[in-house]
């Protein structure tokens, strides 16, 4: 089973910067894919940016393309989040998700994810 710890997030200014890491569990050979969904009290769950396993396809939401940017570390079992030029929108807790299935099904539906973290905090003020 694969564990996910999300770490990273706090309170920052408009315009400011922040990096989200999510290490996995040590035994995650058959991770195919990662990535980032966020949410926020009265809305559905958003997805924010996957990477397929190796630094292959990544894909982004409309919303933070340009300003994030997910990468991963293959020999600490470890995702990231550099998110950049933050705005008030951005505030949301943020998740951290890993899938085993094929390379193929690595796109931004939640529903192709079961394996979750418990999300880290991210405020954003004006």
């Known amino acids: 089973q694969v564990q996910l710890v999300e770490s990273g997030g706090g309170s920052v200014q408009a315009g400011g910067s922040l990096r989200l890491s999510c290490v996995a569990s040590e035994y995650t050979y058959n991770v195919n894919c990662m990535g980032w969904f966020r949410q926020v009290p009265g809305k559905e769950r958003e997805a924010v940016a996957v990477?397929?396993?190796?630094?292959?396809?990544?894909d982004y939401a409309d919303s933070v393309k340009g300003r994030f940017t997910i990468s991963q570390d293959n020999g600490k079992n470890t995702v990231y989040l550099q998110m950049n030029s933050l705005k008030p929108e951005d505030t949301a807790m943020y998740y951290c998700?890993?899938?085993?299935?094929?390379?193929?099904?690595?796109?931004?539906?939640?529903?192709?994810?079961?394996?979750w973290g418990q999300g880290t905090q991210v405020t954003v003020s004006s």
């Open positions: 998700a890993a899938s085993t299935r094929p390379f193929s099904y690595c796109t931004r539906d939640s529903s192709y994810f079961p394996y």
């Open positions: 990477i397929r396993a190796g630094g292959g396809s990544t």
